[in-house]
Structure formats: structure tokens, C-alpha cells
């Protein structure tokens, strides 16, 4: 039985459900893993995530198809990437194989908060790893733990598909050659301050731009960018810097395609930004957000789609993406992994 949740008034909050996935390393190894109805994590006042930061997560969703499916998007990618943050943060790598089935047993047992089709909610799912042991000297943690909650979500940014407004950043998120291409806990950290900032002044996220420079488009808090020129090609920043967002990926995909769009992914100025007829922030939290407006330090970019509605390409990819997603529009073979 569905649960009794307004699904359509949902933001994008944390609502506990009924299970998670659980599964310990020690000794170099990982146990089976089990699912528990705990919800709390009782750690030593010493742990590595406690102590130095030692923790990275993934986000996906689950959908439910308009033929009533529960269908997962490219939770392999999540794996992988996963898989490359626990590398770059000296943790083990939860195998790619198991993660998959972690996900999927996860939604399975809390099949109940999938939000139904059509009702602009989805179940959220939040892979996380990090270090449990006492660690006081500074070096990895020798023992971890792996969990998968999930908790249903409406939209990341309120008003759905209206567009935003986002500003300029005067703090940096990742540096040349750190962290900012891995799904790292400390990369959120340190864009707290820089959000808080952003939400008191009235926006509704940050544009960073790379910190060596400060002349090239990087990403937000919590999605990379898309842009559409005049001429209506796709841009999207390329940079080692940013996380390689998987809807990025399948976007570029869809709009070379699905949609015959021209594809570049490149660097992309922030000077040539006034030139785009539209811009949009992408994610699984963000889906595809529009962006009406760009504020750097009181200099106003609008984007001709304006502050109304989405721009004609952004919508054309919205729609597909989302098609594919929900099962509308066939999908590319791998894509989708169907739980029940
Ligand atoms: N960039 C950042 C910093 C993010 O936190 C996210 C969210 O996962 C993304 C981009 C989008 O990535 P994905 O499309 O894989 O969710
Ligand atoms: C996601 O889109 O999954 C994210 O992780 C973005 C944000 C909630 C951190």
C-alpha cells in the first residue's frame, strides 16, 4: 500500500523510511551487508568521518513508469563513480556489483514510498560510505561502513520548473587538482557558507568559476551547468574539476540522439555566457532547473527564455529526459533497471 504523503506538495526534504542497507568493512573485507529498520549510526567519538572529513555519497532516484513499473536510473554509473571517490579519499571500494543490488534491495524493501506517476515526486536514494574507526593521527580510517537510505523528494528548488536566480561566487569549490570531480562529504562542507551567503542575498544557488582563473564556467553546489546557444547547439563545461553529473552525461547523449542537437563539451568562459539564449542547471536533485538570471557582483545576465518558463531546448530535453525516465520514451539500451 502507498503511503499516506501529499507526494505533490513534497520538497526536497528527508523523511525517514522504513529500511536501509548496512554494510561493514573490517579486516580488509566487507561483510554480507543486512537491512535494518536503524536509522541511527552509533559511532566513536574518534572516527575517521568524525575526526577528518572521510566520507562520500551518491544520489539517484527511483520512478515509477506511467505502466507502473519501479525503474532505477543508471544506478551502474553511481557505482562507478562511487567507486572513484573511495579511491581518491583512501577508502575501499564497495564492489560496483553489490552497490546495484544494495540499491536495489534498499527501494524494494521501501517500495511503499516510491511516489506514484505523474505526481512530480520521486524516491530519492543516498548511497553513503565513511571512516568508523578512531583515527587520531591523520591517515585513513581501517574500518568503513556502507549505507543506502532513500526518502521521498519533490523538487530541489521551489516554484519546480520556474527559472532561478543564481550569482557570481567570490568563494572557490574546488581547487586544481583536488577533490571537486569526486562525490566527497568535505566538497559540501565548504560550499555551506558560500550557500547560506547566496540564500540571504536572495539567490537561489552559486556559479563557480575555476579557481585558478576565475574566467571559466565551472558548476554549482550541487549541479553542472547546460547551455544552449543561439544557433541552438548544447554547451557544457568541461573541467577536471567539476563533478562529471551523470544527467550531464545523459544529456549530452539525449541532445545529440534524441534531438539532433550539436554537442560541445568544453571550457566554457564566463564572458561568452551573455551569448547563450539559454542556461540550466542539471542533476538528480536539479533534474533540468532553468536559469533565468545571472547576477556577477550587481551586472545583470538575462537569458532571452526569460524568468517565465523554461527555454524551447531546455523543455525539449526536460521532456525527454524525464520521458525516458518515467518510461514514456523508450530508453538507450542499460539505462534503466527495473526493481519490480
Ligand atoms: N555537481 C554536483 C556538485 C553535485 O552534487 C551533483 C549531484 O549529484 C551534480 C553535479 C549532478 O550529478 P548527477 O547528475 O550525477 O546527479
Ligand atoms: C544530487 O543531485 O544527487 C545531489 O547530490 C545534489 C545535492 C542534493 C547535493
Not at 530535453?317 to 520521458?323: A, K, R, S, V
Request: hydrophobic share 40%; proline share 5%; charged share 25%.
Amino acid at each position: 500500500m502507498a503511503k499516506e504523503i501529499d507526494w505533490s506538495n513534497l520538497g526536497f526534504g528527508y523523511i525517514q523510511t522504513e529500511k536501509r542497507y548496512v554494510s561493514n568493512y573490517k579486516n580488509g573485507a566487507w561483510d554480507e551487508g543486512v537491512l535494518t529498520e536503524d536509522a541511527n549510526v552509533v559511532l566513536n567519538e574518534c572516527a575517521g568521518v568524525l575526526q577528518y572529513a572521510q566520507t562520500i555519497f551518491e544520489g539517484m532516484k527511483a520512478y515509477t513508469t506511467e505502466d507502473g513499473k519501479i525503474v532505477v536510473f543508471r544506478p551502474d554509473l553511481n557505482a562507478a563513480r562511487m567507486a572513484d571517490s573511495a579511491k581518491r579519499l583512501e577508502m575501499p571500494v564497495f564492489p560496483e556489483d553489490r552497490f546495484v543490488d544494495a540499491v536495489a534491495k534498499t527501494v524494494e524493501a521501501n517500495i511503499d514510498y516510491v511516489p506514484p506517476f505523474g505526481s512530480g515526486a520521486t524516491l530519492y536514494i543516498r548511497p553513503y560510505m565513511f571512516g568508523s574507526n578512531p583515527v587520531i593521527g591523520v591517515k585513513p580510517a581501517q574500518e568503513y561502513q556502507f549505507r543506502v537510505f532513500v526518502t521521498p523528494v519533490g523538487p530541489y528548488f521551489k516554484g519546480g520548473a520556474k527559472p532561478i536566480v543564481i550569482k557570481v561566487s567570490d568563494f572557490d569549490r574546488a581547487a586544481p587538482h583536488g577533490t571537486g570531480h569526486i562525490k566527497a562529504g568535505l566538497n559540501y562542507a565548504m560550499s555551506l557558507h558560500a550557500i547560506v551567503t547566496a540564500h540571504e542575498e536572495g539567490y537561489a544557488e552559486n556559479m563557480y568559476l575555476d579557481a585558478a582563473t576565475r574566467t571559466k564556467v565551472e558548476e554549482t553546489g550541487g549541479a553542472n551547468f547546460i547551455f544552449i546557444t543561439k544557433d541552438g547547439k548544447f554547451v557544457t563545461p568541461k573541467s577536471d574539476s567539476i563533478l562529471p553529473s551523470i544527467t550531464r552525461r545523459s544529456l549530452e547523449y539525449v541532445a545529440k540522439e534524441y534531438l539532433g542537437l550539436e554537442v560541445e563539451e568544453r571550457e566554457v568562459f564566463f564572458d561568452e555566457v551573455k551569448d547563450f539564449a539559454e542556461c540550466g542547471l542539471c542533476g538528480t536533485a536539479a533534474v533540468i532547473s532553468p536559469v533565468g538570471k545571472i547576477v556577477d557582483h550587481g551586472k545583470e545576465i538575462c537569458f532571452p527564455s526569460g524568468m517565465e518558463e523554461m527555454g524551447p531546448v531546455t523543455k525539449k530535453l526536460y521532456d525527454t529526459l524525464t520521458g525516458i525516465q518515467m518510461g514514456r520514451i523508450e530508453a538507450p539500451e542499460g539505462w534503466i533497471k527495473v526493481i519490480k
